[in-house]
């Protein structure tokens, strides 16, 4: 959501930086729509003010007869100023959040710049994770498809308790070392909670709805976030650190065609997810932070990989700013995206209405939101299959810092 104020200031401001993100100037339309609504205010308020002069002014039938007509007016306004704020409303929250200024330019994901790189990637090309998965017997897809469709895996046996392992290390990598809070949060959530992360109404058709109405998750982001919407948090308990291990489910509507094999491309899959809620001043900071703690995850794992920051035509809806790392594949011969570490500003702070205050102030302003995952478990899995894979046996070496959450098993074979 944005700042009209800002947009009435800075109109210019507000068109240049939608251009970057491909748009069209949006002020001229949300000028015109503010500005009839203002007016609209200002005309029902005089008119309040009139009817309340002459309902003081006798009891004569003419003065009633002004008063029911200056009722029937107002309600009339009062119906045309609630649909201009709905329109309003509907157009602010329709567009992307504004880049921040050392965003990289660029049309898509060619346009993204490396950051640095970790590891050095694997030299011979492995088989890929469900060629490895199924000739181990523990990944059946073709008994999933049955029962949900495309996009759906069963794990069994060793690969079952490696992903239970991976989620289990992250979090007390996160809790005991990075400071996060552990939450289990509601996997199903109502509108205005979607509406609060940016999910909704823009990214309607790529979510999950019950027949009831609820949304399921996409990413634990979205309930995590939602802990402060409607609050005024006071600035001495910021910055607030969350994390959860969570399934998440997408409809992956834009995904036909693309990774159809496997498990890199999931209607359900799991995820360690991390959110901070900050003050606007430490935010940037904690950004670099949040990117750190993923880094160290895939550091400890032992898997070679990069970070780079998106440009302008790659970077989310509701994102100012964003990191992805992506892991070495050798069965793909090729990084993939594993974590995304996105700072929000106070974009999702707006829609939720969430804000703080600091000690001794009267004064409230929006708190600075951030997610980003911790890491993606399907993901992890994937590289761990792939980049530990053994040739000689067809079996996957457990990574050291995984063994003792596998009951010290050292190697998972057929």
């Known amino acids: 959501m944005h700042d009209i104020n800002f947009i009435r200031k800075q109109p210019q401001d507000f068109d240049k930086a939608m251009g970057r993100r491909g748009l069209t100037p949006q002020s001229p339309e ?6 009839e609504r203002r007016a609209a205010q200002t005309e029902l308020q005089k008119l309040q003010a009139e009817r309340n002069a002459k309902k003081s002014g006798g009891n004569a ?6 008063v029911t007509a200056l009722k029937n007016r107002m309600d009339d306004l009062a119906s045309r100023e609630k649909t201009l704020a709905e329109s309003l409303n509907q157009h602010l929250a329709s ?3 504004i880049l921040a200024d050392d965003v ?31 000739k181990l017997g523990l990944m059946d897809f073709e008994t999933a498809a049955k029962m949900s469709g495309a996009r759906f895996v069963i794990l069994s046996s060793g690969l079952a308790r490696l992903e239970r392992a991976l989620a289990q290390f992250m979090l007390d990598t996160h809790t005991q070392e990075h400071g996060f809070t552990e939450i289990s949060p509601p996997l199903l959530v109502n509108d205005q909670t979607m509406f609060g992360t940016g999910q909704l109404p823009k ?17 634990s982001e979205v309930p995590l976030t939602n802990i402060v ?39 359900q899959f799991y995820k360690v997810e991390m959110v901070a809620i900050t003050t606007p001043e430490t935010s940037a900071a904690e950004q670099e932070r949040m990117v750190g703690c993923a880094e160290t995850v895939l550091k400890k794992l032992g898997i070679p990989y990069r ?18 790392i992506e892991v070495w594949l050798p069965g793909q011969g090729r990084y993939r995206e594993i974590s995304s570490v996105s700072n929000c500003w106070d974009f999702q702070a707006r829609r939720m209405n969430a804000r703080c205050r600091a000690k001794g102030a009267k004064d409230t302003r929006f708190v600075h939101t951030l997610n980003g995952s911790g890491v993606a478990v399907g993901r992890a899995l994937i590289a761990v299959m792939e980049n530990y894979y053994d040739p000689a046996d067809d079996g996957i070496v457990v990574p050291d810092v995984l063994r003792p959450y596998m009951g010290g098993l050292a190697k998972i074979k057929n």
């Open 95 to 97: 567009l992307p959040n």
């Open 30 to 35: 949300i000028l015109k729509l503010d500005e």
């Open 203 to 219: 990214f309607a058709e790529e979510q999950f709805r019950t027949t009831r109405g609820d949304w399921l998750i996409p990413t």
């Open 104 to 134: 990289p330019d660029g049309a898509d994901e060619h346009g993204n710049v490396e950051v640095r790189k970790h590891g050095t990637p694997r030299a011979d090309k492995t088989p890929e994770h469900f060629e490895i998965g199924e």
């Open 307 to 324: 970070t780079i920051v998106l440009c302008s035509g790659d970077t989310g809806f509701g994102a100012r700013k964003t990191y992805d």
């Open 229 to 267: 919407a409607e609050m005024i948090v006071e600035e001495e308990t910021l910055p607030r650190r969350y994390t959860a291990f969570t399934p998440c489910f997408r409809q992956e509507a834009g995904a036909a065609g693309k990774d159809t094999r496997g498990m890199i491309r999931q209607h």
């Open 61 to 66: 039938q003419a003065l009633m007869d002004e």
